[in-house]
């Protein structure tokens, strides 16, 4: 048991008053290691975190976090897929140095796994976008910047440390999209991520049996006219549906994402492919990199797993730009099957948001060294020492 510091104040204020302060600081460092060493027993693996989070979380956040789109079929598949997937280790290879850092549009970045955009992650912490992306500058990889942060792009980039990029939402008012693209090239953002599987919010029925609603206080900051911007305004309703429909446009084609990238010199990335037909037509729309996704399972219920359609959607780019996956990264593990079916990188949504509520910017750190610790020990067993020789071959059903 660690003292409570009440108890201590008190006890100490009675017996030593002159070095009370000193002790009770002492005291405190003391019992915030213990706590820490409780939760590194604790959490194993990032499904434990996930576990601790749920402890912590009012039940309307985790549920938002947690929560697909209808009957939850894709959330149950995305992890289902990698659980099935067979891996044919190699065997008598010097895999004593491993390096697991790759390149990814001309930046190096230490491991292939990069912090998917995630809504609101003032929800799972008050340091929110803050803390993660300091985290993801200490692990040396790139943060993908939710357009419905609840932190500006302004300071999320005064924090950075390593490369950010934003994702977007083409808008129905053409002229916010434009303007919040040129407010981001100014940030120093380094890419935009557009994602494409929303002409509308998919149907989350956790969020509206909660009536979800952001507590007073929390708001999308970058979404917020410019004259309201600073202000704190309260953004709620019945799930995301009624809340933020405003920001989207069930009449977005092809020809906005030329539009969208005449608008900028960086590169634009399209997020949520799931066929390979939509994965060619992207590049062949000027798109910089793709990333296979279903939103998490929060969009279209019963589309396939991620990890399914990623070769096929990987054949069809043919090594023009980088292939991200996302969806159900849950072990270091996982990220080796992605990466031999073709993806140069993953991403992680939830497993960020579980280690920023478990313990802000240190419980994200947690949720990426766990991940590391497990991808380099995945590259060891299948006798790989580096990510050129993750290949097809060393997966199968
Ligand atoms: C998301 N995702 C998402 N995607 C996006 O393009 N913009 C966004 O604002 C959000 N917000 C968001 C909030 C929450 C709570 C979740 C869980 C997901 C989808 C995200 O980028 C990514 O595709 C998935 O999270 C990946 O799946 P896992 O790792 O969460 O299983």
Same mark, same amino acid.
């Given at each position: 048991?660690?003292?409570?510091?009440?108890?201590?104040?008190?006890?100490?204020?009675?017996?030593?008053?002159?070095?009370?302060?000193?002790?009770?600081?002492?005291?405190?460092?003391?019992?915030?290691?213990?706590?820490?060493?409780?939760?590194?027993?604790?959490?194993?693996?990032?499904?434990?975190?996930?576990?601790?989070?749920?402890?912590?979380?009012?039940?309307?956040?985790?549920?938002?976090?947690?929560?697909?789109?209808?009957?939850?079929?894709?959330?149950?598949?995305?992890?289902?897929?990698? *659980?099935?997937?067979?891996?044919?280790?190699?065997?008598?290879?010097?895999?004593?140095?491993?390096?697991?850092?790759?390149?990814?549009?001309?930046?190096?970045?230490?491991?292939?796994?990069?912090?998917?955009?995630?809504?609101?992650?003032?929800?799972?912490?008050?340091?929110?976008?803050?803390?993660?992306?300091?985290?993801?500058?200490?692990?040396?990889?790139?943060?993908?910047?939710?357009?419905?942060?609840?932190?500006?792009?302004?300071?999320?980039?005064?924090?950075?440390?390593?490369?950010?990029?934003?994702?977007?939402?083409?808008?129905?008012?053409?002229?916010?999209?434009?303007?919040?693209?040129?407010?981001?090239?100014?940030?120093?953002?380094?890419?935009?991520?557009?994602?494409?599987?929303?002409?509308?919010?998919?149907?989350?029925?956790?969020?509206?049996?909660?009536?979800?609603?952001?507590?007073? @206080?929390?708001?999308?900051?970058?979404?917020?006219?410019?004259?309201?911007?600073?202000?704190?305004?309260?953004?709620?309703?019945?799930?995301?549906?009624?809340?933020?429909?405003?920001?989207?446009?069930?009449?977005?084609?092809?020809?906005?994402?030329?539009?969208?990238?005449?608008?900028?010199?960086?590169?634009?990335?399209?997020?949520?492919?799931?066929?390979?037909?939509?994965?060619?037509?992207?590049?062949?729309?000027?798109?910089? @990199?793709?990333?296979?996704?279903?939103?998490?399972?929060?969009?279209?219920?019963?589309?396939?797993?991620?990890?399914?359609?990623?070769?096929?959607?990987?054949?069809?780019?043919?090594?023009?730009?980088?292939?991200?996956?996302?969806?159900?990264?849950?072990?270091?593990?996982?990220?080796?099957?992605?990466?031999?079916?073709?993806?140069?990188?993953?991403?992680? @949504?939830?497993?960020?948001?579980? @280690?920023?509520?478990?313990?802000?910017?240190?419980?994200? *750190?947690?949720?990426?060294?766990?991940?590391?610790? *497990?991808?380099?020990?995945?590259?060891?067993?299948?006798?790989?020492?580096?990510?050129?020789?993750?290949?097809?071959?060393?997966?199968?059903?």
């Amino acid at each position: 048991m660690s003292p409570a510091p009440e108890r201590i104040r008190t006890d100490l204020q009675g017996k030593v008053p002159v070095a009370s302060e000193t002790i009770l600081n002492q005291a405190l460092v003391a019992s915030r290691l213990l706590a820490k060493c409780r939760l590194a027993m604790k959490v194993l693996n990032l499904l434990d975190l996930e576990q601790v989070a749920k402890e912590k979380l009012p039940q309307m956040a985790y549920d938002y976090f947690a929560s697909g789109a209808w009957d939850e079929v894709t959330l149950r598949e995305n992890r289902a897929a990698f *659980e099935r997937l067979k891996v044919f280790y190699r065997v008598l290879v010097d895999v004593s140095r491993r390096d697991l850092s790759t390149t990814i549009l001309g930046r190096k970045i230490s491991l292939p796994i990069l912090f998917a955009p995630t809504a609101f992650h003032k929800l799972a912490h008050p340091d929110g976008e803050l803390a993660t992306v300091r985290a993801a500058g200490k692990a040396g990889t790139i943060m993908v910047l939710s357009s419905l942060s609840t932190t500006s792009v302004e300071a999320v980039m005064r924090a950075a440390t390593a490369p950010v990029w934003f994702q977007l939402y083409i808008n129905k008012d053409r002229k916010f999209t434009r303007d919040l693209v040129a407010r981001v090239e100014a940030a120093g953002c380094a890419a935009l991520m557009v994602t494409v599987d929303t002409p509308e919010w998919g149907r989350r029925e956790r969020d509206v049996r909660n009536q979800f609603h952001l507590p007073p @206080g929390l708001a999308a900051v970058n979404l917020l006219p410019s004259n309201a911007r600073g202000k704190i305004i309260s953004q709620s309703g019945a799930g995301m549906g009624q809340a933020f429909s405003w920001m989207l446009d069930a009449s977005v084609t092809w020809k906005d994402l030329d539009w969208l990238r005449s608008l900028t010199k960086l590169p634009v990335i399209v997020k949520g492919i799931c066929r390979a037909d939509d994965a060619d037509r992207s590049v062949e729309h000027g798109a910089s @990199g793709i990333v296979v996704s279903n939103h998490g399972a929060r969009q279209m219920d019963t589309a396939p797993a991620t990890l399914d359609v990623l070769p096929r959607c990987a054949d069809a780019v043919a090594g023009r730009v980088p292939v991200l996956l996302d969806g159900g990264v849950r072990r270091g593990l996982d990220v080796l099957k992605a990466l031999a079916l073709g993806a140069t990188a993953v991403q992680i @949504g939830r497993p960020v948001l579980w @280690g920023l509520a478990t313990d802000g910017q240190s419980g994200v *750190e947690t949720a990426i060294n766990l991940l590391r610790e *497990e991808f380099d020990l995945a590259l060891a067993l299948a006798g790989c020492a580096n990510l050129s020789s993750i290949t097809r071959d060393l997966v199968g059903g």
